[in-house]
């Protein structure tokens, strides 16, 4: 069975975008090259709507990108990406299709069936699959920054126990860490 996991940038208090939907207050530089390796073994990535279509900057021609992102560029560019959203009728990067709604059995069955792990964004999406018992992992890059309110990495009302496998600090003060959820149910949002 593979895993789905749960990578994404914070700030210290807890925000994936500040509440002008903006999220250029992280140090991407740093991690980057860190998150190429993370996602490089995975074969699927899930996505909600406004996640794909900022991530969609990286289907173009591989040569457009400075050489330091050109390795992400090709790894994102050959993972299978799935889209849930009802606003998309169509998605233009490659290995991409849209699903209409989120669905917990699907996600078993693609967990179950998958010879290489997934990965989910979007607080949202990965709310619901956290609801649902369906991650495992979290990678959390904590930045620097107090934002003080904007979209939160994790949803109201979501409880669970974690379990720290890694930690690593970065130069400009990013701290990763490494989470495993624990097996429902011990806290569910449910």
Request: glycine residues 8%; proline residues 4%.
């Amino acid at each position: 069975m593979s895993n789905l996991i749960y990578i994404t940038n914070m700030s210290l208090d807890g925000y994936i975008e500040d509440e002008n939907g903006a999220f250029d207050w992280g140090n991407p530089e740093d991690v980057h090259p860190v998150i190429t390796d993370l996602v490089r073994p995975v074969g699927t990535h899930l996505y909600g709507r406004r996640l794909y279509e900022t991530m969609a900057y990286w289907d173009a021609a591989i040569e457009s990108y400075p050489p330091e992102h050109r390795d992400f560029a090709r790894v994102w560019q050959n993972a299978e990406k799935i889209v849930f959203s009802r606003m998309l009728t169509a998605v233009a990067a490659r290995n991409t299709r849209v699903e209409r709604d989120f669905d917990a059995n699907a996600i078993r069955k693609l967990k179950r069936e998958a010879e290489r792990d997934s990965i989910i964004g979007g607080a949202e999406l990965a709310g619901l699959a956290i609801d649902a018992g369906l991650v495992d992992e979290s990678h959390l890059f904590v930045h620097p920054v107090v934002l003080g309110g904007g979209k939160p990495a994790f949803r109201a009302g979501v409880r669970r126990n974690l379990e720290l496998l890694d930690t690593r600090r970065f130069r400009t003060g990013v701290i990763h860490a490494h989470y495993r959820f624990a097996a429902l149910p011990y806290f569910s949002s449910k």
